[in-house]
């Protein structure tokens, strides 16, 4: 079991630009979860998806942020136009239910510039 | 909405040494999840341990263990024998049990460093 897996690791976007993360959930896995990390702070909940489904979307910003999570392939979370303050670590988690703590993937730091 | 509070923004133990890292809730919740993370510098989100609240016992893990006082909503680590490769930012974290209040609430970290 390859665990949770992200990529890219490290993006880089230009102010303007689209940024898209991907998140692979483990292997059996329905439930996806993403979490930002400014630096020096703490995780902060976005979304919480189910196939093919939002669940919550309560800490998702309400403009230019958007996350998916097909029937099949990786969830995807994507932010257009970016700006310099959305730089920051992206984690994804997934679990099988949601009684369970999650695995977490390694993250995807993003940077614009 | 829960709240979780790390008043302790760094802490350092010598290696060997028994170290405690404190951690407080609020809630209005009567069952709930509690767990404790770890993130090195490299970044990666570790479980290190998890508590349901309607266990009385205290989780461990090894050198790892907790002291869970419900009424008090206060959910602490204790690292015993506390080894250099403990080194890292350590977040206490809160799940409502279902639905969609599944989401983890953190605390803003505690940086534990070891000393020889």
């Known amino acids: 079991n390859a665990g949770v897996m992200q990529n890219p690791r490290h993006l880089v976007r230009r102010r303007g630009q689209e940024a898209r993360l991907r998140c692979s959930p483990m292997?059996?896995?329905?439930?996806v979860y993403w979490y930002r990390q400014l630096p020096e702070e703490g995780l902060k909940f976005m979304v919480y998806l189910q196939k093919e489904n939002i669940i919550d979307e309560s800490g998702m910003p309400k403009e230019r942020f958007s996350a998916e999570f097909p029937k099949e392939g990786p969830s995807i979370l994507r932010i257009q136009q970016v700006v310099r303050g959305d730089s920051a670590a992206y984690f994804c988690a997934s679990s099988p239910n949601d009684r369970y703590g999650y695995t977490f993937g390694s993250g995807t730091r993003l940077t614009v510039v | 909405a829960q709240t979780v509070t790390q008043s302790q923004p760094e802490m350092s133990v010598q290696e060997a040494e028994t170290v405690t890292l404190s951690c407080t809730y609020d809630t209005s919740e009567s069952d709930y999840y509690l767990f404790w993370y770890k993130q090195p510098p490299s970044r990666q989100m570790i479980l290190v341990i998890r508590q349901e609240a309607y266990k009385q016992q205290n989780a461990t893990e090894n050198r790892f263990s907790v002291n869970f006082q419900k009424a008090a909503k206060s959910f602490s680590l204790k690292i015993s024998d506390s080894q250099l490769g403990d080194a890292a930012m350590y977040f206490c974290a809160y799940r409502s049990p279902t639905g969609t209040a599944s989401k983890l609430t953190f605390g803003t970290g505690t940086r534990l460093q070891v000393t020889l």
């Open positions: 292997k059996g896995h329905s439930h």
